[in-house]
């Protein structure tokens, strides 16, 4: 199935009810129109960029967090790109942790690296987003 490019962006509340509500809409918007185990990876990711905004970030006015995502279809691979802005955690930066084999968290941003082609972080005056960019062959 040939889609053309799309993005879609849902406002979430900064509680962890956000992360359901996240992977239900992108399960909606997505199905179909990417393979199977390439939305898999993506919803995973957007719980766990969700997740950690909650866990680790202020929210953004009116006690939200913003998720966006992109789809780019393309003859060789589809790509989805995540987006997670919240109102920043300070001057501290999202990074993998190194956690114990009995740690029960700490692994989100490690499950998101394993899982996307690339991810980062980008600032402003008005808070920050933690993305993830995910591709697979195309069905």
């Known amino acids: 199935m040939v889609v053309a490019e799309r993005a879609w962006c849902l406002v979430v509340p900064h509680h962890a009810r ?25 919803i995973v990711v957007a ?27 393309g003859a060789v691979a589809d790509v989805v790109e995540v987006r997670v802005t919240d109102g920043g955690a300070g001057s ?19 499950i998101v690296a394993a899982l996307a082609d690339g991810w980062g972080v980008d600032r402003d005056g008005l808070g920050q987003s933690v993305w993830a960019r995910l591709s697979t062959a195309a069905d």
């Open 47 to 73: 719980a766990e960029l969700v997740g950690n905004a909650v866990r680790h970030a202020d929210p953004l006015p009116g006690g939200v967090i913003r998720v966006s995502w992109r789809l780019a279809p």
């Open 18 to 42: 956000g992360a359901r509500l996240a992977r239900h809409r992108l399960a909606a918007e997505l199905a179909g129109a990417v393979n199977s185990a390439l939305l898999t990876d993506v």
């Open 92 to 110: 501290s930066v999202p990074r993998p942790r190194e956690v114990g084999m009995d740690a029960t968290g700490g692994r989100g941003l490690s």
